[in-house]
């Protein structure tokens, strides 16, 4: 079974827990690093280590749920 690695913005997941396992296993699927910026119960901020590539992606806590959802994906991958 072949796992969708692209990320929109908008999209929703269960958890935290859950949103930082699909960006580890998109990074490792799709072969670049991550620098996490911030990562806490509400937040997530990380960016591609790579110099220059201005891939990035943000995402919070929805208010009254669990639910994590994507706020910002900028950039492409140019390394």
Known sequence: ???????????????VKAFRN??????IAQ?????IIKSDLIRYFAKCVTEGCPWRIRA???PNA??????SLEGTHTC
């Open 1 to 15: 079974m072949e796992e969708d690695h692209n990320f929109v913005v908008g999209q929703e997941f269960p958890d």
């Open 22 to 27: 699909a960006i580890k296993e998109a990074a």
């Open 31 to 35: 072969h670049f690093e991550l620098r």
């Open 60 to 62: 919070v806590k929805l």
């Open 66 to 71: 669990p639910t994590f959802t994507i706020r």
